[in-house]
């Protein structure tokens, strides 16, 4: 697990008139130059990386490479990156974990390549040498890499399947940059400029775009090149898939069970390994503590050796050690701008405060390495707003009496949800179905009528929007319209044509919530922040292919007699023989930040000092009364959605001024 940072000179580039490709005379300078700003790059985002630093630049000083390593695998000097073939001509840095790197290894050695070190993130050059870009679907695991080919002239930058390790992009100045926080653009010389419109689109949980202009994340499963210092293309390698809604499922039941366990089983196992100490985060809920079941399993059977961090009730069922930490209203307050400054985006939640504040407490007791529950939810159908896209359809696929729902009782489930104002949860819903504009019904229609699509698309600004974003911006009110078009035509069709509508929103929220909010606010950066590697099992492409497969009434079950839903039915089953009965027989309890806080107290005092109206208005975006409003609705009033929307202005404040960017200001009038 590291911290990347590189650019790369485009062929249009100049740097204060002067052209960007020196003569010989000139190459010491710019190497200095360059050597210069990506290590203030790296110092930014060192967190990520403590253990060792290091960088290289290329002969004509066109492409830099930067790396902080936070070592893991291979703690020697030999595993430092960057990595180059023996030729000198395949140099990439890279930051995460690839599995079943061993066997890998010694294939491509029977092929003759060498290695100097038994660190997994080598492999990256040899597979490139062997496979060039095909190289991507060999790799299994959480990764984030920036490679550059200097006989083609190729530089390429990919992530994983599922966006777990972030890398961002921006032109500046003529240089393409690459990295895997938007912090560490700012020594290159970036003034960071509000992107408006993303925020009112809400696109910045959507799709490429970020809060800034001009600056992309590279999205899931894809991977950006650069040919010959001028063309830049972001190009997909993967996707999620679910099989045909007409097809019919032959397996039995007790087969998929033994499919699940399996898989899960070696997605942990192969997460276990590591050079340092080993830990769990469990939360109490399902998803953690068939992770830390499993880990015991392992243990007892295969003699695995780690340390666990747990929770109380399962830490003693597991008889394993535990460490905890308590959230209050003091360590919302005093953690909140930090937790920002690496969250680099706003939201209308806390929840990223306690995962910051939860993982200082691995590096207190120098663990390294922590295994989470992270995209469980996605893969077995954990949300409570996924039950009307459940019902939506019949479950053609698997058509016996026994594990589907009467065709009678889902009708009557499916009108109850279209005519109901609340979530499935009993919350007020953001928008309801019942008087969604026309243009909302439309939008629908492009997805089969999904409606998880609506939760994804809650914006924390629009309502509190200065009166020149409305006219600039656009006044269409639907909120929907940025993440419908981020879905592209491909998994369009298929969400119209192929999919079950519980997997077409599963699709949704994998892609964009799960990939751009909680990856990131509960994942990565969190982590980072406090130099530990997030392992997560349950997004392992072997199991979560094998569970995109199932039948929708293998992930939610509906009890006629109680009228309840049973969510993640299979995963509990896979799991029982694992888990405490407890935790088998409950309910999905979400884990949410609080959204109520004492008058005067700490939360509020921290709220007052951020939202002056100076720092509003140097936003440039924000009506300042209506913010003012929000902030008494919420504190005062207990108005949870204003509260909610006071936050997400007060993390844009700290971003803003640790960031210092720019006011924004109108363009087209």
């Known amino acids: 697990m590291c911290g990347i940072s590189c650019a790369v000179t485009l062929k249009s580039a100049t740097r204060n008139g002067r052209a960007a490709v020196y003569a010989q005379d000139h190459l010491a300078t710019e190497r200095t130059y360059l050597s210069d700003r990506l290590n203030e790059s790296l110092e930014k985002i060192k967190h990520r990386g403590p253990d060792a630093r290091g960088q290289w630049i290329s002969d004509d000083c066109r492409v830099a490479l930067g790396h902080n390593r936070l070592s893991i ?45 038994q660190c997994d993130s080598e492999i990256v050059v040899a597979l490139y040498k062997e496979h060039g870009l095909s190289l991507l679907s060999r790799l299994r695991g959480e990764f984030a890499f920036s490679l550059y080919d200097s006989r083609t002239k190729l530089f390429m930058a990919a992530n994983d399947r599922y966006g777990i ?84 499922e032959t397996r039995t039941e007790q087969e998929m069970i ?13 997460r276990l390994r590591a050079d340092v100490p080993v830990g769990i985060f469990l939360s109490g809920g ?43 209203e003091e360590t919302i307050a005093a953690n909140f701008a930090d937790t920002f400054w690496h969250v680099e985006t706003a939201s209308a939640d806390l929840g990223a405060i306690g995962k910051f504040a939860l993982s200082k407490l691995p590096q207190a007791h120098g663990i390294k390495v922590i295994l989470t529950g992270e995209g469980s939810d996605e893969q077995f159908a954990g949300y409570f707003d996924l039950q009307p896209d459940f019902v939506r359809e019949p479950d053609l696929s698997w058509p016996s009496p026994s594990n589907t729902l009467p065709e009678s009782v889902r009708k009557t489930l499916h009108d109850t949800f279209e005519n109901d ?23 629908k229609r492009q997805i089969n009528n999904c409606d998880y699509v609506r939760i994804v698309s809650y914006s924390g600004i629009r309502n509190a929007a200065a009166s020149w974003v ?84 293998m992930k939610i079950r509906y009890d006629p007699e109680t009228g309840a839903f049973n969510e993640k039915w299979v995963l509990k089953e896979a799991a029982k023989p694992f888990i405490p009965d407890e935790i088998y027989k409950r309910t999905k309890h979400p884990f949410t930040a609080p959204i109520r806080f004492k008058v005067d107290g700490p939360v509020h005092e921290m709220m007052r000092s951020l939202l002056t109206q100076d720092a509003v208005e140097q936003l440039g975006f924000i009506d300042w009364k209506i913010c003012e409003d929000l902030l008494h609705a919420g504190f005062i009033e207990g108005n949870a ?24 200001e109108p363009e087209f009038f």
């Open 470 to 553: 409305k006219q600039e911006c656009g006044t269409n009110e639907l909120r929907a319209v940025a993440v419908h078009h981020a879905i592209d035509g491909t998994a369009r069709d298929k969400i119209m044509r192929k999919w079950h509508p519980l997997h077409s929103s599963l699709y949704i929220w994998t892609k964009i919530m799960l990939a751009n909010i909680h990856l990131v606010q509960l994942g990565d950066r969190m982590e980072m922040a406090h130099s530990i590697e997030g392992r997560q099992p349950f997004l392992d492409h072997h199991l979560t292919e094998y569970v995109n497969n199932l039948p929708p009434s």
């Open 165 to 248: 390790k972030p890398l961002y992009y921006t032109v500046q100045h003529g240089r393409l940059l690459v990295a895997s926080e938007m912090k560490a653009f700012l020594p290159f010389d970036w003034t960071p400029e509000w992107d408006v419109q993303a925020l009112w689109d809400n696109a910045w949980i959507s799709d490429k775009r970020t809060i800034f202009r001009d600056v992309y994340r590279l999205r899931p499963g894809h991977y950006l090149s650069c040919t010959g210092f001028s063309a830049l293309e972001q190009q997909k390698y993967w996707d999620i898939e679910y099989r045909d809604k007409r097809e019919l």
């Open 73 to 117: 695998i291979d703690l020697s000097p030999e595993a430092e990156q960057p990595f180059h073939d023996p030729e000198e001509c395949i140099h990439v840095v890279v930051n995460g974990e690839l599995y079943g790197h061993d066997a890998i290894r010694e294939d491509l050695i029977r092929g003759g390549h060498s290695f100097k070190s």
């Open 286 to 328: 399902l998803d953690s503590s068939v992770i830390a079941g499993m880990v015991k399993h392992l243990m007892e059977t295969e003699g695995a050796e780690l340390v666990l961090a747990i929770a109380q009730r399962t830490a003693e069922w597991l008889d394993v050690q535990k460490y905890v930490v308590e959230i209050d």
């Open 421 to 443: 104002q609340t979530n499935t949860d009993g919350s007020q819903m953001i928008s309801n179905r019942v008087h969604d504009p026309p243009e909302a019904s439309f939008a």
């Open 258 to 270: 033994e499919g699940v366990r399996e898989r899960l089983l070696e997605a942990i196992r192969v």
């Open 641 to 664: 959605m204003k509260m909610r929307g006071a936050f997400c202005i007060g993390m844009l404040v700290v971003i803003g001024q640790r960031f210092g960017v720019r006011k924004a």
